[in-house]
């Protein structure tokens, strides 16, 4: 076989695996559509936070009510940030994440609290951060 047989058959495994790995993202795009008020974000990296190993976090925000919106309006508040166009503010936006999170205890109280955002990547922070914004503003704040 020619050197230039076996180049083209190289590059055509790797257009195989770019294009198996482009349809698992299409596919887990698709799966968010179906629910747009629930995001799952996978870490790029496992985090470690309170004894817990965290490879991935749910968000269902269409669970959240009125009076979520003013708790985590009211936790800006009081981590001195005035919220005036929620949409656009970082930490109210991570106020409300961190209500819609899924992850419970045996006891049902969250295990996620304000203070995880500072073991995230900012790329991982900024992915929640988008959706939770993309969720107000679809309806309609």
């Given at each position: 076989m020619s050197?230039?047989?076996?180049?083209?058959?190289?590059?055509?495994?790797?257009?195989?695996?770019g294009s198996a790995e482009a349809a698992a993202?299409?596919?887990?795009?698709?799966?968010?559509?179906?629910?747009?008020n629930t995001y799952t974000h996978f870490f790029a990296r496992p985090i470690e936070y309170n004894g817990l190993t965290i490879k991935d976090l749910t968000f269902d925000f269409g669970a959240l009510s009125g009076d979520d919106f003013l708790i985590a309006e009211n936790e800006s508040r009081i981590s001195g940030v005035t919220t005036v166009t929620p949409e656009f503010s970082g930490a109210f936006l991570w106020n409300l994440s961190v209500r819609a999170c899924t992850l419970r205890g045996e006891?049902?109280?969250?295990?996620?609290?304000?203070?995880?955002?500072?073991k995230m990547d900012?790329?991982?922070?900024f992915a929640i951060y988008k959706k939770a914004r993309a969720f107000l503003l679809v309806s309609g704040s």
């Open positions: 050197d230039d047989k076996i180049i083209s058959a190289i590059d055509s495994m790797d257009t195989v695996q993202e299409l596919e887990r795009e698709a799966e968010q559509t179906l629910e747009p006891n049902g109280r969250r295990l996620i609290r304000g203070d995880f955002r500072k900012v790329g991982d922070f």
